[in-house]
């Protein structure tokens, strides 16, 4: 099978369509955190952070009764809708020192990625809340079970201090350009084309925990069969050899917290992997094999967390676990999906 390609003409109005359509809803979105700025405004920055400790602590108790809750409070564990004191809840036993903040008082959301230990073994915890009238209405928690992963995240020493620097206003965008810009991120995945997002050139991702561009650990690779080294890559770079052709879809995208300040985006997204890509062909290389976790139909809720400087994309973390094919966020606007 061969990699997906766009002409660059039609690539380019793709991509302005695309960004369009991502403008919209980040002005919906606006829209919406006006309407509820009464309710928000009174809630800052370290008032956000401070419920997530507050969350941390009534996990470890566990007992959602030490929050304050709205009547309406909804909990999504993985994409499923759960009563407070299950899942999670119930198994919570410590934390490790891993701890990222991303604020948003004027959509008065917080997110959170961290490591948290149930029954002992070390998990990754990545978790949106929403608060209103000083009042939890919403929590999302993503807690992707791969022990290795966490430890990996909690041995890190901590998120690079570049996402907590504040830009001057030269380097900073709008709420709306933010948001374009973190969609065309997964155009420039669901196309294989990197030059449909603009990436500085010190950008770096990391996958649970783990660098996964510019990352030089020679072991690192992909097919063990192969020399493809796609792990030393830069992040346009990576995307181009047509590596992550394997994700046919990207939906359910959602802008929750934005940060104009420090250029801060917070995405939470659904990837499709139909299971029927078995290799890609990579441009001056040749034909590379996918491992076998990509070879069967599975889906994947992720948060994945944006630093953005001057326009471009200088840092990602994504955290995410294998789901069943298909599933649902339990946060979209409509049941309704297209799968590949």
């Given at each position: 099978m061969h990699r997906k390609t766009l002409a660059p003409g039609l690539a380019a109005m793709l991509l302005i369509v695309l960004g369009a359509f991502a403008v919209e809803n980040s002005r919906a979105g606006d829209h919406a955190a006006q309407q509820d700025s009464s309710n928000t405004a009174s809630c800052d920055r370290s008032c956000l952070i401070e419920f997530v400790g507050r969350y941390r602590s009534a996990l470890l108790a566990h007992d959602a009764t030490r929050l304050p809750l709205a009547s309406d409070v909804r909990y999504t564990e993985n994409t499923i809708s759960l009563p407070l004191g299950k899942g999670l809840w119930a198994t919570a036993n410590g934390f490790g020192s891993y701890k990222q903040y991303f604020a948003d008082p004027s959509s008065g959301q917080v997110g959170f990625i961290g490591v948290v230990k149930e029954n002992d073994i070390p998990a990754i915890l990545a978790v949106r809340l929403k608060i209103v009238n000083r009042r939890i209405t919403e929590i999302e928690a993503i807690v992707p079970r791969e022990s290795k992963s966490a430890s990996t995240l909690d041995a890190s020493g901590g998120p690079s201090a570049l996402w907590d620097e504040v830009l001057p206003p030269s380097e900073r965008r709008s709420r709306e350009q933010l948001a374009s810009i973190t969609n065309s991120y997964f155009e420039a995945i669901v196309h294989s084309n990197g030059s449909l997002a603009p990436f500085d050139k010190n950008c770096r991702r990391a996958e649970n925990g783990s660098y996964s561009v510019l990352n030089p650990n020679p072991t690192l690779t992909w097919d063990p069969k192969s020399s493809f080294r796609p792990y030393k890559l830069g992040c346009e770079e990576q995307l181009n050899t047509?590596?992550?052709?394997?994700?046919?879809?990207?939906?359910?995208?959602?802008?929750?917290?934005?940060?104009?300040?420090?250029?801060?985006?917070?995405?939470?997204?659904?990837?499709?992997?139909?299971?029927?890509?078995?290799?890609?062909?990579?441009?001056?290389?040749?034909?590379?094999?996918?491992p076998p976790e990509f070879l069967k139909p599975t889906s994947m809720e992720i948060l994945e967390a944006f630093k953005i400087r001057n326009g471009l994309i200088l840092q990602v973390a994504a955290e995410g676990g294998f789901l069943p094919y298909g599933i649902t966020s339990g946060w979209e606007k409509t049941s309704e999906r297209s799968l590949p």
């Open positions: 047509g590596i992550w052709s394997y994700i046919r879809n990207i939906r359910d995208r959602r802008f929750p917290i934005v940060d104009e300040e420090r250029g801060l985006v917070v995405a939470l997204i659904m990837f499709d992997h139909p299971g029927t890509v078995r290799y890609f062909d990579v441009p001056g290389f040749g034909r590379v094999n996918n």
